[in-house]
């Protein structure tokens, strides 16, 4: 046996949904932020790495798969549903770190009930018919759904525990009609479903407003080179969230930079390279909502030739996202 210290050099791995509500804008997210998977073994190889990215691993998996990996630390990072997050992992939140929503897969866990049941509106009402006819019939009101957790922490919250859960793997919707629930928690987008099956949501019924999330695992082994491609990949990503947010705007001031005033005050904007114009000519990053008013501002200072453009990327030392996930490894 030997005593030497054991190196952990083991790649990082990120988990991708590969099919799914997500699996499209997953991959068009990426590739904004300048990553581009490598599937060396063609397109049904569930295995990938990202070109100019040293010591990462991507693993195409579903959604559902992503979470189990990211709360057992086989993945280090990857994007799945919060809905998932919460159902799937018993203390999410010392598994996990959600490091940022994305802006996609929105969805809502609701409490849907049938429309006919008119008198029926919040949780409460639910609470009397569950009584009702576990007292009067000696049957518990049941409930279908897949997310058997978060239905259960829900409905414990609202003093509801006359009822019992049908578990479903799909057509949720579906159950209350085939008479083998009376009614079901699922996700919703649209509504449609819930509509073509005659439900409502209850006033109160959303448990959880979903989307997809970029998570970070607590438990994976971060070792130094999965560290360092995890700040690799995640510099990318928050240099073009934060380039999504900005324009740049140039100027030409000829010497008129000191009657500028404080910009950051007046337009939560920012001098990136310095007060000073060299040549004149000087570069403001804006709020996107505040550049018409800082053209303006800039006009009426002497200003000229004024550009607005949409930057592809901006890095900066500070990323909150690195400082999330640091603050958990
Ligand atoms: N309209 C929607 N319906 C279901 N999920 C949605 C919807 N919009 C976004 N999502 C998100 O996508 C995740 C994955 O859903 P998806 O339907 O791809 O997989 P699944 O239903 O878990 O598995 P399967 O591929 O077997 O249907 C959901 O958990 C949710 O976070
Ligand atoms: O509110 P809507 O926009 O109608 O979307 C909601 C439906 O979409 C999902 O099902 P999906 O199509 O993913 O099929 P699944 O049940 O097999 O997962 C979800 O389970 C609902 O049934
Ligand atoms: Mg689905």
Partial sequence: MSDAPVVNDAPLVLAVPSKGRLQENATAFFGRAG????????????????????????????????????????????????????????????AVEMLTPL???????????????????????LDDVASTMRSRHGRKLRVATK?????????ASHGLADYRIVESLGATEGAPAAGTAEIVVDITTTGATLSANALKILDDGVMLASEANLVASVRAPWGERAKTAAKA?????????????????????????????????????????GASAAGGVVTIHCPEKA???????????GGDDITVSAPAYVFRKANPLIERLQARI
């Avoid at 990949?233 to 404080?262: C, K, M, N, P, Q």
């Fill in 291 to 301: 550049v018409f008013a800082l053209v303006d501002h800039l006009a009426k200072a």
């Fill in 35 to 94: 990553l581009k998977f490598v599937k060396s073994r063609g397109e049904r190889d569930y295995r990938g790495t990202i070109a100019g990215v040293e010591g990462a691993e991507v693993a195409f998996l579903s959604a559902s798969e992503i979470v189990s990996q990211l709360a057992s630390g086989a993945a280090h990072l990857g994007i799945t549903g919060e809905d998932l997050v919460r159902e799937q992992v018993a203390d999410a939140d010392a």
């Fill in 147 to 155: 997310y058997v957790n978060l239905t259960r922490r829900y409905f």
């Fill in 103 to 125: 802006g996609f897969g929105h969805a809502n866990v609701v409490v849907a009930v049938p429309q006919a049941w008119i008198d029926v509106r919040t949780m409460a009402d």
């Fill in 233 to 273: 990949i995640l510099s990318r990503i928050a240099a073009e969230e934060e380039a999504r947010s900005v324009r740049e705007i140039r100027a030409r001031l000829d010497g008129a930079s000191d009657t500028l005033g404080d910009l950051a005050a007046l337009f939560g904007a920012r001098l990136p390279l």
